[in-house]
T-cell receptor, first 113, second 109 residues
Framework: DGGITQSPKYLFRKEGQNVTLSCEQNLNHDAMYWYRQDPGQGLRLIYYSQIVNDFQKGDIAEGYSVSREKKESFPLTVTSAQKNPTAFYLC????????????FGSGTRLTVV | EDKVVQSPLSLVVHEGDTVTLNCSYEVTNFRSLLWYKQEKKAPTFLFMLTSSGIEKKSGRLSSILDKKELFSILNITATQTGDSAVYLCAKGGSEKLVFGKGTKLTVNP
C-alpha cells in the first residue's frame, strides 16, 4: 500500500542534542513538507521541497534543517538552536501542487527534557 | 501575511446537534480551500473547494465556498461522538498549504 511513514512515533532527547526525524513516502509525490503542531497553534510550516536537491524555508525554519537527496525521503533535523523543540511534527507530501491536497504521515511526538 | 482564520476555536455539542465551522482567508494567491479532520495523529482529507457556491457533500458533512466574501463553512448534521476531532481549514495557492489553527469539536453522548 502506498503511503507516508514517519519514524519514530515518540522521541525523547536531552536538551542540547540534535535529533533527526524520518519521513519516507512511496506515493511518487514530488513535493514534501514538514509542519510543527503545538496546542492551539494549528500547523506551522517548517520546510518544504518540491524537487530533489531543492528545498525552501517555511515560516518557522530557525533551528531546523532538512535534506532532499531522494524523492522518497525528506528527513528533518531539530538542532540545539531550536529554542522550544518539544512538539508534534507532521510530514506531508503532495503530487505536483499543494492545492491538490496533502497526504500526511502519522507524526512524531518529540519531547526534549 | 497569508492568513487563514477559523472560528470557533472550540465547540462542545450533544449528539444529534448540527454544527457549522467557519473559515475565512486572504485572497492573495488563492487556488483552493481544503478541509481536514484530525482525530489523533494524521489529518485526513475531507473536501477541496475551488468554485464559489457549489456545495460538496459526504454523508452528514458538507462544505461550501464563498469566493466573494472569502470564507468557507463546514456543516456537520446529526453529530455523533465519532465526529469529535480537530477540523483544519487550509488555503492552497502559494506552493504550500496555509492552515488555520483548527476548531476542536467535542460531541458528548
Amino acid at each position: 500500500d502506498g503511503g507516508i511513514t514517519q519514524s519514530p512515533k515518540y522521541l525523547f532527547r536531552k536538551e542540547g542534542q540534535n535529533v533527526t526525524l524520518s519521513c519516507e513516502q512511496n506515493l511518487n509525490h514530488d513535493a514534501m513538507y514538514w509542519y510543527r503542531q503545538d496546542p492551539g497553534q494549528g500547523l506551522r510550516l517548517i520546510y518544504y521541497s518540491q524537487i530533489v536537491n531543492d528545498f525552501q524555508k517555511g515560516d518557522i525554519a530557525e533551528g531546523y534543517s532538512v535534506s532532499r537527496e531522494k524523492k522518497e525521503s525528506f528527513p528533518l533535523t531539530v538542532t540545539s538552536a531550536q529554542k522550544n523543540p518539544t512538539a508534534f511534527y507532521l510530514c506531508a507530501s503532495s503530487i505536483h501542487r499543494e492545492d491538490y491536497g496533502y497526504t500526511f504521515g502519522s507524526g512524531t511526538r518529540l519531547t526534549v527534557v | 501575511e497569508d492568513k487563514v482564520v477559523q472560528s470557533p476555536l472550540s465547540l462542545v455539542v450533544h449528539e444529534g446537534d448540527t454544527v457549522t465551522l467557519n473559515c475565512s482567508y486572504e485572497v492573495t494567491n488563492f487556488r483552493s480551500l481544503l478541509w481536514y479532520k484530525q482525530e489523533k495523529k494524521a489529518p485526513t482529507f475531507l473536501f477541496m473547494l475551488t468554485s464559489s457556491g457549489i456545495e460538496k457533500k459526504s454523508g452528514r458533512l458538507s462544505s461550501i465556498l464563498d469566493k466573494k466574501e472569502l470564507f468557507s463553512i463546514l456543516n456537520i448534521t446529526a453529530t455523533q461522538t465519532g465526529d469529535s476531532a480537530v477540523y483544519l481549514c487550509a488555503k492552497g495557492g502559494s506552493e504550500k498549504l496555509v492552515f488555520g489553527k483548527g476548531t476542536k469539536l467535542t460531541v458528548n453522548p
